[in-house]
């Protein structure tokens, strides 16, 4: 209930930034947007998503649950990891975790912001912009420096569990869907490993257009598992930073619908007007909190947290 007050209260903030900056969202009639251009070989692989959900929504948990891969979204993944190695930084409020599947699956999951306020301190919309990786290509600078306060040990824990018939699968939610992509980029370019997927929930725009450009011609098109961004009916935080900041998203976007029981595989624009970019400003915090009908913010654990409690 914090989670919802605060973020509650921060909805205002962004309605009020909306305003200000005169940012116009296309209304569209109600219902899904027509489907898209899928920009990746194959079908959405909805399954695969509604699994690397439930790893995002881990990464909220304690070290000592996902250690012994005993949190209740741990267990909702049906699919167990071992070998989990969590990393923190306590400045930058990063939280990761590393580990492997039976079937050789390495999966980097990257926690949301701990605390709303983090949250909201980590999307100043004012803040500097960082060069990065390209000509032209700027991230938001609060994105960079939480990934690169645990980028080091994450890239030397994925290449130590990493042999040749591994596959690797990146996942995140809300700011953690940000560090994410920018794992992705280091990954294969620092790192030199084949990922083979990225699955974000309620991703931020994470850089300019030129960053979003290069990303998907150089990284994200090549991913054999595809590159899929979440998004979910009124999610307030797709919409930050704002377009008018010169901020735009990376392909290719799922939006489900409030119920998330439909969902509509959007264009390779990354800001298709018939998906998440054609809600208005009134906003819903519970989507943001809420995907593949269930939790992935730090209310994931609480049951879990209860039950360690009683033990």
């Given at each position: ?131 990065f990786g390209c ?43 940000a560090v994410a ?131």
């Amino acid at each position: 209930d914090g989670v919802v007050r605060s973020m509650q209260t921060w909805v205002w903030v962004l309605g009020a930034c909306l305003v200000v900056s005169c940012v116009a969202l296309d209304a569209v009639a109600e219902g899904l947007g027509r489907p898209g251009q899928v920009m990746v070989e194959g079908a959405y692989p909805y399954a695969e998503a509604r699994t690397y959900s439930y790893y995002a929504a881990a990464a909220y948990c304690s070290t000592y649950e996902l250690s012994d891969w005993e949190c209740v979204p741990c267990r909702d993944s049906l699919l167990p990891l071992d070998h989990v190695r969590v990393f923190e930084d306590k400045k930058t409020d990063a939280r990761a975790f590393v580990g492997k599947t039976e079937n050789e699956t390495i999966v980097l999951a990257v926690r949301g912001s701990h605390t709303i306020e983090n949250f909201i301190a980590d999307l100043e919309f004012f803040k500097a912009d960082k060069d990065f990786g390209c000509t032209g290509c700027k991230v938001h600078k609060g994105f960079y420096e939480t990934w690169r306060s645990i980028s080091a040990d994450v890239l030397k824990a994925v290449g130590e569990l990493h042999t040749p018939g591994s596959r690797v699968v990146v996942v995140g939610h809300s700011l953690g869907a940000a560090v994410a992509t920018l794992a992705v980029y280091d990954l294969i370019s620092a790192a030199n490993l084949q990922v083979h997927a990225l699955h974000t929930f309620g991703s931020p725009r994470v850089g300019n257009a030129d960053f979003a450009a290069h990303m998907w011609r150089q990284k994200l098109s090549g991913l054999v598992g595809g590159a899929w961004r979440h998004t979910h009916w009124r999610d307030p935080v797709v919409h930050l930073p704002l377009e008018s900041m010169h901020f735009k998203h990376v392909p290719t976007e799922v939006w489900f619908d409030e119920d998330s029981s439909s969902y509509t595989v959007c264009d390779g624009s990354g800001e298709d007007q018939h998906c998440a970019d054609s809600r208005d400003v009134f906003v819903s915090v519970n989507d943001h909190l809420h995907y593949f009908g269930h939790d992935v913010s730090t209310d994931a654990c609480q049951q879990s947290e209860a039950e360690a409690a009683r033990a």
